[in-house]
């Protein structure tokens, strides 16, 4: 092992971190608000909109995210008046295909998530909300989508942690984030362990961190699910 | 493409079923009375869940060769072994896949009450035989979900090993793309035979759960 080669190789892949963490941010957090739509849109009962979206979370999880990402950023480029038109300059970046990617299929296996979440809300909150008078989108914003999102958190906790490792496929077309950093550092050194190493570790220090984020907002969502704190300590 | 998507098929199947071996032994030591044991696992599940598939794909694939001598040199030999790009895939996505059989198995073998084993044992079974006619079945059986989602992503998996020159599916639709310079066309029809293989392999799945719960009594 040459640990000079390690010590050299974190400033490299700490560099591309940077990318990473972008590419995370940005597609989970437009992923997130896009699945939400997606999962209601499902969830009413007109097949206009069930079907379209239906049919997307089939093909999103049925195709790997490789053949998704080359579709869009060599695919598309084929038509001549894609390239002509004003989004060229958009799609003909790979960050921002990456992004796109990225975002839409998390979407979709997002949405199934908060699907799942959405249907257990039992109806009787619901009930207890009308009755004291809620109703529209005041009763989807305090009482439905809380009590969907605590239930679906620890399954969007394991997609959150399948999109930070998404991200390294960002590296296929020429992105130097993480993975393509330290596949440079392979192919030039010839020593793949010292870089794996490296990178290996920021991912899973990365992932580290979500899963304790998810955790934080977990116990956030449900304060009044825990028992409630003593004021005074209880005689014995 | 049929060439293409055959070996597609060999690298997933290869895969998984070493990724089965690897599960059954890694759910068997995550349950094991050792602790150091149980440490090494936990480690190598965390570490095969956590870290991406196409880090674990150039590891091998850049480093298969040197491990593989390595190991070579220890047993007296001395010429050089090239790790090529099928083994290499085929072994990180078994290498993966375990780390992910190992939960599903782990998951499905404390489903099983303990009072069971209490009364094999009581009637006298060994751990061999009691492995064999009461868990295996019983594991099988509550295993089947999360195995058929085991076997989705080896299937999808094999996409990333086109990044070593492998030729399966991915591959040959980038060829095909880079020389007919129509990209579109070519990663629609890998889009495609990807969908055709994972809803096939998905109605097989739950054809099997069918069968495997029959004679069980579901709420």
Not at chain 1, 81 to 94: D, E, N
Not at chain 2, 32 to 38: C, K, P, Q, T
Request: aromatic fraction near 12%; include cysteine.
């Amino acid at each position: 092992m040459d640990f000079d080669l390690m010590l050299d190789s974190i400033p490299q892949i700490l560099s591309g971190s940077r990318l990473t963490v972008l590419l995370v941010t940005l597609s989970l957090s437009m992923g997130f608000v896009l699945a939400i739509i997606a999962a209601l849109l499902r969830r009413s009962k007109i097949p206009l909109l069930v079907t379209p979206i239906k049919a997307y979370v089939f093909v999103m999880r049925g195709t790997p995210l490789l053949v998704q990402i080359f579709l869009i950023y060599y695919g598309i480029g084929q038509f001549e008046f894609v390239r002509q038109s004003i989004f060229w300059s958009i799609l003909k970046s790979p960050f921002w295909c990456a992004i796109i990617a990225l975002t839409l299929n998390t979407t979709a296996y997002g949405s199934e998530i908060i699907r799942g979440g959405l249907e257990s809300v039992s109806w009787g909150e619901v009930e207890a909300a009308r009755a004291v008078g809620m109703s529209g989108f005041l009763l989807f914003r305090r009482i439905i989508f809380p009590i969907a999102i605590r239930q679906a958190l620890p399954a969007y906790g394991n997609e959150v942690i399948l999109m930070v490792k998404a991200t390294s496929l960002a590296s296929t077309i020429t992105i130097m984030e993480m993975t393509g950093v330290a596949n440079t550092i392979m192919a030039e050194n010839y020593r793949p362990l010292e870089a794996f190493i490296v990178a290996g570790s920021f991912y899973l220090l990365l992932n580290f961190i979500m899963t304790r984020l998810i955790q934080l907002i977990e116990w956030r969502l449900s304060g009044h699910l825990r028992p409630p704190k003593l004021s005074s300590a209880p005689a014995l | 493409m049929a060439m293409a998507t055959l070996m597609t098929l060999t690298v997933a199947v290869c895969a998984f079923a070493l990724a089965l071996i690897i599960g059954t032994i890694g759910a068997t030591a995550k349950l094991s009375r050792f602790r150091f044991i149980r440490i090494i696992f936990d480690f190598y599940t965390t570490v095969a869940r956590g870290v991406p598939e196409l880090l674990i794909i150039y590891l091998l694939f850049f480093g298969g060769s040197g491990a593989v001598m390595y190991l070579a040199r220890i047993f007296g030999y001395h010429g050089y072994i090239e790790v090529n790009a099928f083994s290499a895939g085929v072994a990180a996505i078994s290498l993966i896949n375990g780390a992910y059989q190992t939960e599903v198995f782990r998951g499905a073998a404390l489903a099983i009450p303990k009072g069971q084993i209490e009364a094999a044992h009581a009637v006298g079974m060994s751990d061999w035989l009691l492995f064999r006619r009461i868990l295996v079945p019983q594991v099988l059986r509550l295993a089947l979900p999360g195995l058929g989602n085991c076997w989705l992503s080896a299937l999808k998996e094999t996409a990333l090993v086109s990044v070593t020159g492998l030729v399966e599916i991915m591959r040959q639709a980038y060829v095909a793309a880079g020389s007919s310079q129509m990209p579109f066309i070519f990663y629609t029809l890998a889009a495609c035979l990807f969908l055709f293989l994972t809803t096939f392999s998905s109605y097989g799945f739950r054809r099997a759960e069918s069968w495997a719960s029959r004679g069980v009594r579901s709420a």
